[in-house]
């Protein structure tokens, strides 16, 4: 439940900022506990809590992380669900699979590991899978051949669909690709292979409604974090004031980019709710619709996506 007394703070340039009181229960639907750089993963979850975060789904990638899905598993019930009382951070789940960045390594071995971790009630299901077209300068990372990466994503898109399991899409390519061409192979990808009926998460959108709508009507979810809400970003807000309600996700894929005004910390799930205030007022402009419907309607989505399994 969200602290009203103590409420998680975030400095940026000697400026406090407070995580808002939510409009609905916060559901992060994509962060990366392994991957924080300064912050300890349960200190974080710790504080996600108090920021009024009731669930969250982490990732585990087998070539990226280099870890085993078991090992994850194992870490995640020790170190992080019984090291607390209950109710002391959000409900886990995660999902398993290998990165666009990871085709090139993506084996047999690596599809059973991924494929037997579906198996342990805290495995949501795949990702993030995908296709990344976009050079890294920063890490200097560049993509491998683009049929590569799409058998890749075809071989684990079509695991998701036999087990029926959610899949999360990472997808991405150049600033100056107009014709959004990671985009438009995913699409062929879906098609060819399927989607699986428990569903599709594009996330971290960061692209148009035109985009946004052809995926939507290709019964995907639309999940929106922190760059959302960069100033820069304005098209992006302008596909969430259009999603359709039951389609909408929130997302920190923390530790990277942190919303507005915090942006440049460390991410951390805490800073969600900054996201969603930011991008339901902004819809709230444009459309006048009820703030705390919006809100719902994201957990709500979120709840149906990621279901309880027994035994967690």
């Known amino acids: 439940m969200f602290d009203s007394i103590s409420p998680p703070t975030f400095i ?24 924080f750089w300064d912050k300890d ?99 200097d990372v560049s993509p491998c051949d683009h049929d590569v990466q799409m058998a890749c994503m075809a071989r684990q898109l079509e695991l998701a669909c036999t087990h029926n399991v959610p899949v999360e899409l990472h997808l991405r390519h150049e600033a100056s690709d107009e014709q959004r061409t990671s985009h438009v192979d995913a699409e062929r990808v879906l098609r060819e292979v399927g989607i699986p009926q428990a569903g599709c998460v594009l996330h971290c959108f960061g692209e148009d409604r035109a985009t946004m709508e052809r995926f939507c009507d290709l019964g995907c979810y639309i999940a929106y974090g922190g760059a959302a ?14 999603t359709p309600l039951d389609r909408l996700l929130f997302e920190t894929d923390c530790p990277y980019m942190a919303p507005e005004p915090i942006r440049g910390l460390e991410c951390e799930p ?25 809100a719902q309607a994201a957990w709500d989505n979120a709840q149906r996506l990621f279901p309880n399994r027994p035994n967690v």
């Open 229 to 242: 809400t960069f100033k820069r970003n304005t098209e992006v807000r302008e596909a969430f004031a259009a």
């Open 41 to 139: 993963p349960l200190e974080c979850l710790r504080r996600a809590r108090r920021a009024g975060v009731d669930a969250l789904v982490t990732l585990i990638d087998p070539v990226g992380d280099k870890m085993d899905p078991a090992a994850f598993s194992q870490w995640l019930r020790t170190s992080i669900v019984e090291a607390v009382p209950a109710g002391e951070i959000p409900a886990l789940k995660y999902l398993a699979g290998v990165h666009p960045y990871g085709a090139l390594d993506y084996t047999d071995d690596i599809h059973a590991r991924i494929e037997a971790a579906l198996a342990d009630p805290l495995c949501a299901g795949i990702g993030e899978i995908g296709l990344d077209y976009h050079f890294d300068a920063e890490d």
């Open 270 to 294: 805490a800073m969600i709710g900054l996201t969603a205030r930011a991008l339901i007022n902004d819809r709230v402009d444009r459309t006048g619709e009820s703030a705390q419907v919006i």
């Open 12 to 35: 940026k340039k000697k400026k406090t900022v407070e995580a808002p009181e939510p409009w609905a229960p916060l559901y992060d639907t994509h962060a990366h506990l392994l991957s």
